[in-house]
């Protein structure tokens, strides 16, 4: 499997048609799995989740966690891949959007646009929440603010799907 990813990236990167080189996450999310827990380098899982579509919206600092970890790892560990390929939706907005969509009254003191909100809604229906705010309404940036609370939400996944896993692997063991 990893031979096969390696492989499709030399062609993607050889300047083969980029149409060959798009999956569904679906479809990319087993072969980025299998590349995390092998000796790929991590240029090449970076280039992997590029070329696969996912870690888009994934921080330069989760991606470079991804690649650290996984880098290290020897034996089943949850990646990035695995947490993103779960996604089924994305929500982002500020609480100042929720609070005017609601009808409720604003208070111009209390700078609730500059709270940006992500809702992940994992493909068996669980939700999390990730949030962020600049500490000065000056540094406020919409882009910064969606990345930002996009990986306060995959932080707070990652214990989840690694407690998940350990209960996998326990009952496999048993």
Not at 15 to 41: D, N, Q, R, V, Y
Not at 120 to 146: C, H, Q, W, Y
């Amino acid at each position: 499997m990893t031979r096969k990813i390696i492989a499709l990236i030399g062609l993607c990167f050889a300047g083969a048609a980029l149409a060959a080189c798009s999956f569904s996450a679906a479809e990319a999310a087993p072969m980025i799995a299998a590349a995390a827990h092998s000796a790929a380098a991590p240029e090449v899982l970076a280039a992997t989740l590029a070329v696969a579509g996912l870690g888009a919206t994934a921080s330069p600092s989760l991606q470079a966690t991804e690649a650290y970890s996984a880098s290290k790892a020897t034996h089943p560990r949850v990646s990035l891949a695995d947490m993103e390929g779960k996604i089924q939706r994305q929500h982002f907005f500020t609480a100042g959007d929720a609070i005017a969509a609601l009808g409720q009254p604003t208070d111009p003191a209390c700078p609730t646009g500059l709270l940006t909100i992500c809702i992940l809604v994992m493909e068996n229906g669980f939700t999390v929440i990730g949030k962020a705010a600049p500490v000065s309404p000056e540094n406020f940036d919409a882009e910064k603010g969606r990345t930002f609370a996009y990986e306060d939400a995959i932080k707070q996944l990652w214990p989840l799907e690694g407690y998940a896993l350990r209960e996998r692997l326990s009952a496999e063991a048993a």
